[in-house]
């Protein structure tokens, strides 16, 4: 392991931790932008990307935020951030569908 493989897992950690701040604040703006209530399938878009983009970030981060060494949650958030994705991808369909 070289200078340039710890150079590289520290800037995708930084740009994954990232991805998860920025992220939120993107839909936040959105949401303002477009009005909480007045389009469902633009809520659901939005929605579902902003949750499918953050835990996909978390999933592909290289230094897990909870180590899995911790018992139960360790493992149960890699998990649950897997689920959450795949949730966030149906919403996003669902948004897409629904704008037909």
């Known amino acids: ?3 340039g493989d710890v ?6 950690q ?8 920025v992220l939120p604040i993107i839909w936040w703006n959105g949401m303002w932008s477009y009005g909480w ?8 878009a939005i929605t ?11 999933r592909n981060l290289p230094v897990d935020l909870i180590p899995d060494w911790i018992p139960l949650i360790g493992k149960l958030d890699d998990g649950i951030a897997y689920i959450l994705e795949i949730l966030g991808g ?4 669902c948004g ?4 037909l």
């Open 1 to 3: 392991m070289g200078v």
């Open 7 to 12: 150079v590289k897992g520290f800037g995708l």
């Open 14 to 21: 930084i740009a994954y931790t990232l991805c998860m701040i």
């Open 37 to 44: 209530g007045n389009h469902m399938s633009t809520f659901l």
């Open 48 to 58: 579902g990307a902003t949750l499918s983009g953050c835990c996909h970030a978390y």
């Open 90 to 93: 149906g919403l996003l369909l």
């Open 96 to 99: 897409f569908l629904l704008s």
